[in-house]
Protein backbone atom coordinates (compact mmCIF):
# COMPACT_ATOMS: atom_id res chain seq x y z
CA UNK A 1 0.00 0.00 0.00
CA UNK A 2 1.67 3.13 -1.02
CA UNK A 3 0.65 5.07 2.27
CA UNK A 4 4.18 6.01 4.69
CA UNK A 5 4.68 9.32 5.40
CA UNK A 6 7.78 11.33 3.66
CA UNK A 7 9.45 14.35 3.80
CA UNK A 8 10.69 16.13 0.81
CA UNK A 9 13.03 18.98 0.84
CA UNK A 10 14.46 21.37 -1.94
CA UNK A 11 17.94 20.37 -1.27
CA UNK A 12 19.68 17.72 -0.85
CA UNK A 13 23.46 16.00 0.46
CA UNK A 14 24.82 13.54 -1.55
CA UNK A 15 28.14 11.85 -0.78
CA UNK A 16 30.41 11.56 -3.57
CA UNK A 17 33.22 9.82 -2.00
CA UNK A 18 33.74 7.01 1.18
CA UNK A 19 35.10 8.53 4.06
CA UNK A 20 36.09 6.25 6.79
CA UNK A 21 35.10 3.09 5.89
CA UNK A 22 36.17 0.08 7.42
CA UNK A 23 37.18 -3.62 6.47
CA UNK A 24 34.12 -5.56 6.80
CA UNK A 25 35.07 -8.16 9.99
CA UNK A 26 35.05 -11.59 9.09
CA UNK A 27 34.01 -13.74 12.34
CA UNK A 28 34.73 -17.60 12.31
CA UNK A 29 31.59 -19.31 13.99
CA UNK A 30 33.88 -22.09 14.10
CA UNK A 31 36.49 -20.31 16.43
CA UNK A 32 37.05 -21.46 19.80
CA UNK A 33 36.34 -19.55 22.98
CA UNK A 34 39.20 -18.62 24.51
CA UNK A 35 39.94 -19.91 27.67
CA UNK A 36 41.79 -18.87 30.88
CA UNK A 37 45.59 -19.44 29.96
CA UNK A 38 45.84 -17.67 26.88
CA UNK A 39 48.46 -14.88 27.08
CA UNK A 40 48.01 -11.44 25.91
CA UNK A 41 50.87 -9.22 25.96
CA UNK A 42 51.18 -5.66 25.21
CA UNK A 43 52.88 -2.18 25.94
CA UNK A 44 51.36 1.41 27.13
CA UNK A 45 53.27 4.35 26.00
CA UNK A 46 52.13 8.05 25.87
CA UNK A 47 54.20 10.19 24.02
CA UNK A 48 56.54 7.63 23.11
CA UNK A 49 57.90 7.12 26.25
CA UNK A 50 56.67 4.43 28.69
CA UNK A 51 53.98 4.71 31.20
CA UNK A 52 54.57 2.96 34.22
CA UNK A 53 51.51 1.63 36.88
CA UNK A 54 48.94 1.65 34.58
CA UNK A 55 46.07 -0.40 35.21
CA UNK A 56 45.15 -2.10 32.19
CA UNK A 57 41.21 -3.16 31.29
CA UNK A 58 39.60 -5.18 29.28
CA UNK A 59 36.22 -4.91 27.58
CA UNK A 60 33.80 -6.41 25.38
CA UNK A 61 31.28 -4.24 23.37
CA UNK A 62 27.48 -4.99 24.46
CA UNK A 63 26.54 -6.81 20.52
CA UNK A 64 22.81 -6.21 21.43
CA UNK A 65 21.96 -3.16 23.94
CA UNK A 66 22.09 -0.28 22.14
CA UNK A 67 24.08 2.10 20.94
CA UNK A 68 26.51 3.38 23.58
CA UNK A 69 25.25 0.59 25.93
CA UNK A 70 27.86 -0.41 28.91
CA UNK A 71 30.21 -2.74 28.17
CA UNK A 72 31.45 -6.05 29.71
CA UNK A 73 34.52 -5.81 32.03
CA UNK A 74 36.66 -9.05 31.41
CA UNK A 75 39.47 -9.15 33.63
CA UNK A 76 38.64 -11.10 36.42
CA UNK A 77 41.64 -8.80 38.13
CA UNK A 78 43.83 -5.93 37.74
CA UNK A 79 46.68 -5.69 35.50
CA UNK A 80 49.50 -3.18 35.55
CA UNK A 81 52.17 -1.90 33.74
CA UNK A 82 55.62 -2.72 34.62
CA UNK A 83 58.86 -0.57 34.05
CA UNK A 84 58.95 -0.76 30.61
CA UNK A 85 55.43 0.26 30.23
CA UNK A 86 54.39 -3.67 28.93
CA UNK A 87 51.99 -5.82 30.66
CA UNK A 88 50.85 -9.42 30.61
CA UNK A 89 47.39 -11.12 31.10
CA UNK A 90 47.66 -14.41 31.66
CA UNK A 91 44.61 -16.42 32.77
CA UNK A 92 42.31 -14.00 33.69
CA UNK A 93 39.08 -13.33 31.49
CA UNK A 94 37.19 -15.58 29.04
CA UNK A 95 35.31 -14.57 25.75
CA UNK A 96 31.89 -14.11 26.43
CA UNK A 97 31.74 -15.71 22.57
CA UNK A 98 33.86 -16.29 20.16
CA UNK A 99 32.73 -13.18 18.31
CA UNK A 100 32.63 -10.68 20.95
CA UNK A 101 33.93 -7.82 20.04
CA UNK A 102 37.43 -6.87 22.36
CA UNK A 103 38.89 -3.65 23.18
CA UNK A 104 41.76 -2.86 25.80
CA UNK A 105 41.96 0.24 27.92
CA UNK A 106 44.83 1.67 30.07
CA UNK A 107 43.80 4.59 32.87
CA UNK A 108 46.23 6.58 34.70
CA UNK A 109 49.84 5.51 35.28
CA UNK A 110 52.96 7.48 35.12
CA UNK A 111 53.50 8.88 31.69
CA UNK A 112 57.60 9.66 32.95
CA UNK A 113 56.68 13.36 34.63
CA UNK A 114 57.17 12.24 38.20
CA UNK A 115 54.07 11.13 39.21
CA UNK A 116 50.61 9.26 37.54
CA UNK A 117 48.31 10.89 35.95
CA UNK A 118 44.59 9.85 36.94
CA UNK A 119 43.57 11.44 33.70
CA UNK A 120 45.36 9.46 31.33
CA UNK A 121 43.62 6.93 29.26
CA UNK A 122 44.23 5.27 25.81
CA UNK A 123 42.62 2.57 23.90
CA UNK A 124 43.20 -0.28 21.65
CA UNK A 125 40.26 -2.18 19.37
CA UNK A 126 41.37 -5.69 18.84
CA UNK A 127 38.57 -7.64 17.21
CA UNK A 128 36.74 -10.41 17.45
CA UNK A 129 37.67 -12.16 20.89
CA UNK A 130 37.95 -15.59 19.34
CA UNK A 131 40.91 -14.38 17.06
CA UNK A 132 43.33 -13.50 20.06
CA UNK A 133 46.48 -15.87 20.49
CA UNK A 134 48.88 -16.38 22.76
CA UNK A 135 50.98 -14.64 20.28
CA UNK A 136 49.16 -11.59 20.17
CA UNK A 137 51.06 -8.19 20.93
CA UNK A 138 49.00 -5.17 21.57
CA UNK A 139 50.54 -1.42 21.31
CA UNK A 140 48.18 1.26 23.33
CA UNK A 141 49.17 5.01 22.33
CA UNK A 142 48.05 7.81 21.27
CA UNK A 143 47.61 6.69 17.56
CA UNK A 144 45.80 3.63 18.44
CA UNK A 145 43.07 5.67 20.50
CA UNK A 146 42.80 8.19 17.76
CA UNK A 147 41.95 5.10 15.50
CA UNK A 148 39.87 3.25 17.70
CA UNK A 149 37.80 5.89 19.25
CA UNK A 150 37.43 7.65 15.71
CA UNK A 151 36.40 4.40 14.60
CA UNK A 152 33.74 3.46 17.20
CA UNK A 153 32.26 7.02 18.12
CA UNK A 154 29.02 5.96 16.46
CA UNK A 155 28.69 3.19 19.19
CA UNK A 156 30.57 5.16 21.93
CA UNK A 157 29.70 6.84 24.97
CA UNK A 158 33.04 6.47 26.87
CA UNK A 159 35.48 3.45 27.57
CA UNK A 160 33.30 2.10 29.64
CA UNK A 161 30.31 1.95 27.01
CA UNK A 162 30.16 0.36 23.19
CA UNK A 163 27.80 -1.07 22.11
CA UNK A 164 25.15 -1.62 19.11
CA UNK A 165 21.44 -2.76 18.66
CA UNK A 166 20.56 -6.05 18.16
CA UNK A 167 19.86 -5.17 14.33
CA UNK A 168 23.45 -3.65 13.54
CA UNK A 169 25.99 -6.08 14.52
CA UNK A 170 27.71 -6.15 11.51
CA UNK A 171 28.02 -2.60 11.53
CA UNK A 172 30.06 -2.85 14.82
CA UNK A 173 32.36 -5.76 13.15
CA UNK A 174 33.12 -2.87 10.32
CA UNK A 175 34.28 -0.24 12.83
CA UNK A 176 36.13 -2.55 14.79
CA UNK A 177 37.61 -3.48 11.60
CA UNK A 178 38.19 0.08 10.63
CA UNK A 179 41.18 0.82 12.94
CA UNK A 180 43.28 -1.72 11.51
CA UNK A 181 42.87 0.33 8.15
CA UNK A 182 44.09 3.52 10.15
CA UNK A 183 46.97 1.70 12.75
CA UNK A 184 48.94 -1.50 13.43
CA UNK A 185 47.52 -2.43 16.72
CA UNK A 186 50.57 -4.38 16.97
CA UNK A 187 53.55 -1.63 16.29
CA UNK A 188 51.37 0.97 17.39
CA UNK A 189 52.11 3.56 13.54
CA UNK A 190 50.52 4.37 10.89
CA UNK A 191 49.17 2.87 8.96
CA UNK A 192 46.66 -0.17 9.40
CA UNK A 193 47.85 -3.67 7.87
CA UNK A 194 44.28 -4.17 5.63
CA UNK A 195 44.79 -0.29 4.21
CA UNK A 196 43.80 -1.31 0.65
CA UNK A 197 46.46 0.13 -1.91
CA UNK A 198 44.05 2.14 -3.43
CA UNK A 199 43.21 4.13 -0.32
CA UNK A 200 45.15 7.27 0.69
CA UNK A 201 45.55 7.97 4.62
CA UNK A 202 45.57 11.16 6.20
CA UNK A 203 48.53 10.55 8.06
CA UNK A 204 49.31 14.17 9.09
CA UNK A 205 45.82 14.52 10.65
CA UNK A 206 45.94 11.11 12.52
CA UNK A 207 49.02 12.60 13.93
CA UNK A 208 47.88 15.88 15.12
CA UNK A 209 45.39 14.27 16.87
CA UNK A 210 47.54 12.19 18.64
CA UNK A 211 49.93 15.17 19.15
CA UNK A 212 47.00 16.98 20.56
CA UNK A 213 46.12 13.96 23.35
CA UNK A 214 49.61 13.51 24.65
CA UNK A 215 49.93 17.09 25.40
CA UNK A 216 47.62 15.81 28.24
CA UNK A 217 48.61 12.28 28.55
CA UNK A 218 52.48 13.99 29.08
CA UNK A 219 51.49 15.85 32.26
CA UNK A 220 50.75 15.39 35.65
CA UNK A 221 46.67 15.75 34.25
CA UNK A 222 44.43 18.54 34.89
CA UNK A 223 41.02 19.40 34.92
CA UNK A 224 38.77 22.38 32.37
CA UNK A 225 39.22 25.67 33.68
CA UNK A 226 42.77 24.82 35.98
CA UNK A 227 45.28 26.49 33.22
CA UNK A 228 46.88 22.94 32.68
CA UNK A 229 47.36 21.68 29.51
CA UNK A 230 45.09 18.90 30.65
CA UNK A 231 42.66 21.23 31.31
CA UNK A 232 42.52 23.24 27.88
CA UNK A 233 42.07 20.12 26.78
CA UNK A 234 38.96 19.44 28.53
CA UNK A 235 37.64 23.03 27.86
CA UNK A 236 38.09 22.86 24.08
CA UNK A 237 36.44 19.80 23.85
CA UNK A 238 33.52 19.64 25.88
CA UNK A 239 30.25 19.19 24.17
CA UNK A 240 26.99 18.25 26.50
CA UNK A 241 29.44 17.20 29.81
CA UNK A 242 32.98 18.36 30.13
CA UNK A 243 35.45 14.89 29.64
CA UNK A 244 37.44 13.62 32.24
CA UNK A 245 40.04 11.84 30.17
CA UNK A 246 41.62 11.77 27.11
CA UNK A 247 39.38 8.73 25.79
CA UNK A 248 36.59 11.19 26.41
CA UNK A 249 38.19 14.35 24.37
CA UNK A 250 39.21 12.26 21.66
CA UNK A 251 35.35 10.72 21.52
CA UNK A 252 34.25 14.79 21.55
CA UNK A 253 36.19 15.77 18.87
CA UNK A 254 35.70 12.65 16.51
CA UNK A 255 31.42 14.06 16.84
CA UNK A 256 32.10 17.60 17.04
CA UNK A 257 35.31 17.75 14.74
CA UNK A 258 34.60 21.93 13.59
CA UNK A 259 34.73 22.85 16.78
CA UNK A 260 37.82 24.98 18.79
CA UNK A 261 40.22 23.46 15.84
CA UNK A 262 42.81 26.09 15.87
CA UNK A 263 42.51 26.19 19.93
CA UNK A 264 43.08 22.59 20.05
CA UNK A 265 45.75 23.01 17.02
CA UNK A 266 48.16 25.03 19.65
CA UNK A 267 47.99 22.20 22.02
CA UNK A 268 50.52 20.45 19.24
CA UNK A 269 54.03 21.50 19.04
CA UNK A 270 56.33 21.57 16.65
CA UNK A 271 58.48 19.15 18.57
CA UNK A 272 55.84 16.83 19.28
CA UNK A 273 56.24 12.84 19.34
CA UNK A 274 53.93 11.76 16.14
CA UNK A 275 55.35 13.48 12.48
CA UNK A 276 54.33 14.84 10.09
CA UNK A 277 51.31 17.15 11.51
CA UNK A 278 49.13 19.80 10.23
CA UNK A 279 50.37 23.38 9.90
CA UNK A 280 46.53 24.38 9.84
CA UNK A 281 42.97 22.92 9.68
CA UNK A 282 39.39 23.21 9.26
CA UNK A 283 37.96 20.33 11.20
CA UNK A 284 39.27 17.09 12.47
CA UNK A 285 37.08 14.94 10.57
CA UNK A 286 39.12 11.70 9.47
CA UNK A 287 38.36 10.43 6.43
CA UNK A 288 40.20 7.76 4.13
CA UNK A 289 40.43 8.50 0.51
CA UNK A 290 40.19 6.15 -2.00
CA UNK A 291 41.99 6.72 -5.88
CA UNK A 292 40.79 4.20 -8.08
CA UNK A 293 37.20 2.43 -8.47
CA UNK A 294 35.86 3.99 -12.23
CA UNK A 295 34.48 6.55 -10.24
CA UNK A 296 33.64 9.59 -13.09
CA UNK A 297 31.51 12.36 -12.09
CA UNK A 298 30.02 10.69 -8.74
CA UNK A 299 26.59 11.85 -7.72
CA UNK A 300 25.23 9.76 -4.98
CA UNK A 301 25.90 6.89 -2.86
CA UNK A 302 24.50 4.51 -0.21
CA UNK A 303 25.63 1.30 2.00
CA UNK A 304 24.14 -1.93 1.83
CA UNK A 305 24.07 -4.15 4.73
CA UNK A 306 27.33 -5.46 4.89
CA UNK A 307 28.66 -2.07 4.19
CA UNK A 308 29.63 -2.15 0.71
CA UNK A 309 29.14 1.39 -0.60
CA UNK A 310 27.59 1.73 -3.88
CA UNK A 311 28.10 5.19 -5.98
CA UNK A 312 26.52 6.70 -8.49
CA UNK A 313 28.90 8.13 -11.84
CA UNK A 314 26.41 10.65 -13.95
CA UNK A 315 29.84 11.19 -15.91
CA UNK A 316 30.15 7.13 -16.75
CA UNK A 317 26.64 5.58 -16.78
CA UNK A 318 27.60 3.08 -14.55
CA UNK A 319 27.71 2.31 -10.52
CA UNK A 320 30.61 1.53 -8.47
CA UNK A 321 30.70 -0.62 -5.34
CA UNK A 322 33.88 -0.44 -2.63
CA UNK A 323 33.26 -3.43 -0.16
CA UNK A 324 34.03 -2.51 3.36
CA UNK A 325 37.29 -2.25 2.87
CA UNK A 326 37.61 0.30 0.11
CA UNK A 327 38.19 -2.15 -2.48
CA UNK A 328 36.12 -2.79 -5.84
CA UNK A 329 33.85 -4.97 -5.69
CA UNK A 330 34.51 -7.86 -8.19
CA UNK A 331 33.80 -6.65 -11.90
CA UNK A 332 33.06 -3.22 -10.69
CA UNK A 333 32.36 -0.30 -11.95
CA UNK A 334 28.81 -1.60 -13.63
CA UNK A 335 27.02 -0.55 -16.34
CA UNK A 336 23.99 -1.53 -17.93
CA UNK A 337 20.53 -1.68 -16.50
CA UNK A 338 19.41 1.51 -18.57
CA UNK A 339 21.44 4.30 -16.40
CA UNK A 340 21.72 7.45 -18.32
CA UNK A 341 23.16 10.13 -15.74
CA UNK A 342 21.98 8.28 -12.55
CA UNK A 343 21.30 11.35 -9.97
CA UNK A 344 19.98 9.11 -7.02
CA UNK A 345 20.20 5.71 -5.30
CA UNK A 346 18.85 3.65 -2.40
CA UNK A 347 20.20 -0.26 -1.29
CA UNK A 348 16.35 -1.87 -0.40
CA UNK A 349 16.19 -4.26 2.46
CA UNK A 350 17.58 -7.80 -0.24
CA UNK A 351 20.57 -5.61 -1.39
CA UNK A 352 19.19 -4.34 -4.08
CA UNK A 353 20.32 -1.10 -5.37
CA UNK A 354 17.56 1.27 -6.62
CA UNK A 355 18.90 4.09 -9.14
CA UNK A 356 17.50 7.22 -10.81
CA UNK A 357 18.91 8.39 -13.49
CA UNK A 358 18.09 12.78 -14.31
CA UNK A 359 19.70 11.55 -17.54
CA UNK A 360 17.07 9.43 -19.53
CA UNK A 361 14.27 9.54 -16.89
CA UNK A 362 14.37 5.98 -15.81
CA UNK A 363 14.58 3.84 -12.65
CA UNK A 364 17.04 1.02 -12.76
CA UNK A 365 17.42 -1.86 -10.14
CA UNK A 366 21.00 -3.55 -9.41
CA UNK A 367 21.22 -6.88 -7.79
CA UNK A 368 24.00 -7.61 -4.68
CA UNK A 369 25.92 -8.90 -8.06
CA UNK A 370 25.79 -6.09 -10.12
CA UNK A 371 23.18 -7.12 -12.59
CA UNK A 372 21.13 -4.28 -14.01
CA UNK A 373 18.16 -3.86 -15.43
CA UNK A 374 15.67 -1.29 -16.26
CA UNK A 375 12.05 -0.90 -14.78
CA UNK A 376 8.78 -0.35 -15.93
CA UNK A 377 8.12 2.64 -13.58
CA UNK A 378 6.04 5.23 -15.33
CA UNK A 379 5.48 8.90 -14.43
CA UNK A 380 9.34 9.66 -13.96
CA UNK A 381 10.78 13.66 -15.10
CA UNK A 382 14.11 14.03 -13.96
CA UNK A 383 14.87 11.92 -10.94
CA UNK A 384 16.17 13.61 -8.33
CA UNK A 385 16.22 11.40 -4.84
CA UNK A 386 15.34 7.77 -3.79
CA UNK A 387 14.08 6.09 -0.57
CA UNK A 388 12.39 3.26 0.27
CA UNK A 389 9.92 2.30 3.00
CA UNK A 390 9.51 -0.56 5.24
CA UNK A 391 7.46 -1.95 3.17
CA UNK A 392 9.31 -2.20 0.45
CA UNK A 393 7.86 1.11 -1.89
CA UNK A 394 10.23 3.20 -3.75
CA UNK A 395 9.76 7.04 -3.27
CA UNK A 396 11.23 8.99 -6.30
CA UNK A 397 11.32 12.66 -6.77
CA UNK A 398 11.05 14.10 -9.65
CA UNK A 399 13.30 17.59 -10.25
CA UNK A 400 11.91 17.54 -13.96
CA UNK A 401 7.74 17.02 -13.66
CA UNK A 402 7.68 18.24 -10.01
CA UNK A 403 6.18 14.92 -8.81
CA UNK A 404 6.47 12.48 -6.35
CA UNK A 405 6.38 8.70 -8.01
CA UNK A 406 5.75 5.38 -5.43
CA UNK A 407 7.08 2.70 -6.99
CA UNK A 408 5.46 -0.46 -5.87
CA UNK A 409 7.79 -3.87 -5.95
CA UNK A 410 8.41 -7.24 -5.82
CA UNK A 411 12.13 -8.39 -5.54
CA UNK A 412 13.37 -6.60 -8.50
CA UNK A 413 10.16 -6.33 -10.42
CA UNK A 414 7.69 -3.57 -10.43
CA UNK A 415 3.96 -4.27 -9.73
CA UNK A 416 2.64 -0.54 -10.04
CA UNK A 417 3.60 2.86 -9.96
CA UNK A 418 1.77 5.72 -9.04
CA UNK A 419 2.69 9.86 -9.16
CA UNK A 420 1.73 12.12 -6.84
CA UNK A 421 1.51 16.05 -7.44
CA UNK A 422 -0.27 17.70 -4.18
CA UNK A 423 1.19 19.31 -1.50
CA UNK A 424 2.81 22.12 -3.40
CA UNK A 425 5.71 19.74 -4.66
CA UNK A 426 7.88 22.36 -6.91
CA UNK A 427 10.92 20.95 -8.13
CA UNK A 428 11.79 18.47 -5.54
CA UNK A 429 15.14 17.11 -4.65
CA UNK A 430 15.11 14.82 -1.76
CA UNK A 431 13.32 13.06 -0.32
CA UNK A 432 13.27 10.78 3.13
CA UNK A 433 10.34 8.72 5.12
CA UNK A 434 9.90 8.75 8.76
CA UNK A 435 9.00 5.50 10.99
CA UNK A 436 5.60 5.90 11.17
Same mark, same amino acid.
Given at each position: ?15 ? !? /???? !? ?32 ? +?? /?????? &? ?44 ? #? ?27 ? #???? /? ?29 ? #? ?9 ? +? ?50 ? *? ?46 ? *?? =? ?33 ? /? #?? $? ?17 ? $? +? ?6 ? &? ?38 ? +?????? $? ?18 ? =???? !? ?13
Amino acid at each position: MLNPTIRIAATSLMLA !G /LAGC !GLRSTVDSKAPVVAQGVTLQGAVHGGQQPVVGAS +IL /LYAANA &AGGYGSSSTALLTSPVTTDATGGFAITGLYTCPSASSLVYLVSVGG #NPGVGGANANLAMMSALGPCGHLTASTFI #NINE /LTTVASVYALSPFMKSYKAVGTSAGNPQGLA #NAFATVNNLVN +IGTGTLSGPTLPANAVLPSAELNTLADILAACINSAGGAAGDGSTCGSLFRF *TTASTIPADTIGAALNIARNPGSNVASLLALSSSAAPYQPTLASATDF *TV =SIRYKTGGFSSPSASAVDAGGNLWVTNAGGNSVTV /L #NP $AGSPAAGSPFTGGGLGAPS $A +IAVDAGGN &AWIASSGNSTLSVFTPAGSGTQTSASGLGAPSAVAIDAQG +IVWVTN $AGNSTVTAVATSGTSVTSSN =SYSA !GGINTPTAVAIDPY
